[in-house]
C-alpha cells in the first residue's frame, strides 16, 4: 500500500498572504518580466495577480515587484531585490520542511513504502 502526504506552508497574518501559488506568481514574474504575463501562466486574472502580490507586500511591509512603464521595449514587473530574496527564503524554508516532514512520515508511515 504505497501512499505519499501533501504539505502546504502558507504564512498567515489575518489570513494566508503568503503560500505556494504568490510564490509562484513571483516565480513566474521572474521569468516573464510581466505581472499580466506571470498571470496568464498560472490562468488567472491581471486584476487578481496584481490583488495577490498587492496583498503580500502590505503585509510584509516592502514591495516585492517593481513596475517599468511602457517606452520602446514596453512595459514589465520584475521583482524587487527583496522580493527575490523573501521568494528563494520561501524556496529554501519550504524544501528544508519538507525534508523534515518527510523524515517523520517514513518513520511514522513505514507501510507507505510498500
Not at 8 to 34: Q, Y
Not at 50 to 77: C, D, F, N, Q, R
Not at 89 to 95: G, L, S
Request: charged content about 20%.
Amino acid at each position: 500500500m504505497a501512499f505519499s502526504f501533501y504539505i502546504r506552508i502558507p504564512f498567515t497574518s489575518d489570513g494566508s498572504f503568503f503560500g505556494p501559488g504568490v510564490n509562484e506568481l513571483l516565480h513566474n514574474i521572474d521569468t516573464a518580466k510581466s505581472l499580466s504575463a506571470a498571470a496568464n501562466m498560472m490562468g488567472m486574472s491581471y486584476s487578481k495577480a496584481w490583488k495577490i502580490i498587492h496583498v503580500a507586500e502590505k503585509k510584509l511591509g516592502y514591495p516585492l515587484t517593481v513596475k517599468s512603464i511602457g517606452g520602446a521595449a514596453g512595459g514589465g514587473s520584475s521583482l524587487t531585490e527583496k522580493g527575490r530574496s523573501f521568494m528563494e527564503r520561501y524556496d529554501a524554508f519550504v524544501a528544508d520542511s519538507y525534508k523534515a516532514v518527510e523524515a517523520c512520515f517514513q518513520r511514522y508511515f513505514p507501510e507507505a513504502q510498500q
